[in-house]
């Protein structure tokens, strides 16, 4: 896809991999970015940078009629990204554990749903739309430290394989993207080696340049889907092996 003059939204664009992604879209010529987050406050600073570039949305994805209203608010958008996300932290034998599986479903699974359900009739109609979804590559292979999160990105990925092919006939291009650890809000306090904001969205947007459908977008995320590719089990038992005693 060439993202030059292209009308873009993106989730949870208030920090992390969001606000990195609306910095890396506009200095690739898009012509505007919708920056989306629950608050419009959040985003005053991009806004303000980018004055008529980056327009602030107030949405929330798990919000039916917030959901409906951006719809209605952004008719010229040619590129949806749902980025925005939960990560509860919780193992699902945990005491909080039905608790986070069930937040995390309504956001990443269900309100990810939402914004591609609300969206796919205009950007079929824009001729060349298309989706990115945000999901993790923890997603292809359960963390049991954060494994009702993993759940919940299962479920996403699922999701943007079933509507890549539900969308593909009406011209509707669906992009995953699996990151491995980032450096955000997040992962705030989880001692390991981490990708920044920077080079995942610069990823994306390479990916997205380059056509492809699949974005592993940091080096954590391409050895943990060759590994995938080659042994899933052997990849399934080490992540196992991650469970604190
Ligand atoms: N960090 C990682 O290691 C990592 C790895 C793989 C994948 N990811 C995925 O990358 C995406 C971005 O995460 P991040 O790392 O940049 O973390 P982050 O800084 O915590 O960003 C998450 C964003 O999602 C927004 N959000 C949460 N619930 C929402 C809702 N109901 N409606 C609208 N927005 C909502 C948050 O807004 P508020 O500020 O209002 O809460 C925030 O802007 C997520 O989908 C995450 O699962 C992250």
């Known amino acids: 896809m060439n993202l030059k003059d292209k009308i873009v939204l993106v989730t949870g664009a208030n920090g992390g991999i969001g606000e990195a992604l609306v910095k890396a879209l506009i200095d690739k010529s898009v012509a505007k970015v919708?920056?989306?987050?629950?608050?419009?406050?959040?985003?005053?600073?991009?806004?303000?940078?980018?004055?008529?570039?980056?327009?602030?949305?107030?949405?929330?994805?798990?919000?039916?009629s917030s959901v409906a209203a951006a719809a209605e608010q952004c008719r010229d958008l040619d590129l949806l990204i749902n980025n925005a996300g939960v990560n509860g932290c919780e193992s699902l034998m945990a005491p909080a554990g039905m608790e986070s599986a069930r937040e995390e479903m309504e956001v990443n699974f269900f309100g990810t749903l939402a914004m591609c359900r609300a969206f796919a009739p205009l950007l079929a109609s824009r001729g060349d739309g298309a989706i990115v979804n945000v999901c993790s590559i923890?997603?292809?292979?359960?963390?049991?430290?954060?494994?009702?999160?993993?759940?919940?990105?299962?479920?996403?990925?699922?999701?943007?394989?079933?509507?890549?092919?539900?969308?593909?006939?009406?011209?509707?291009?669906?992009?995953?993207?699996?990151?491995?650890?980032?450096?955000?809000?997040?992962?705030?306090?989880?001692?390991?080696?981490?990708?920044?904001?920077?080079?995942?969205?610069?990823?994306?947007?390479?990916?997205?340049?380059?056509?492809?459908?699949?974005?592993?977008?940091?080096?954590?995320?391409?050895?943990?889907?060759?590994?995938?590719q080659k042994d899933p089990k052997r990849v399934e038992k080490e992540f196992a092996?991650?469970?604190?005693?």
Not at 34 to 59: C, D, F, K, M, P
């Open 34 to 64: 919708y920056a989306a987050t629950r608050s419009t406050a959040a985003v005053a600073n991009l806004v303000q940078q980018h004055e008529g570039r980056v327009v602030a949305l107030r949405l929330d994805i798990t919000d039916a």
């Open 138 to 228: 923890i997603g292809l292979v359960n963390l049991p430290i954060n494994g009702t999160y993993c759940a919940s990105k299962a479920a996403v990925h699922s999701l943007l394989q079933g509507i890549r092919a539900e969308l593909a006939p009406r011209g509707v291009r669906v992009v995953g993207v699996y990151p491995g650890p980032v450096d955000t809000r997040m992962t705030v306090g989880q001692e390991m080696s981490k990708a920044t904001p920077e080079q995942v969205a610069a990823a994306i947007v390479a990916g997205l340049g380059n056509g492809d459908e699949d974005i592993f977008p940091d080096p954590m995320s391409l050895g943990v889907h060759a590994g995938l």
């Open 241 to 245: 092996a991650m469970i604190p005693a």
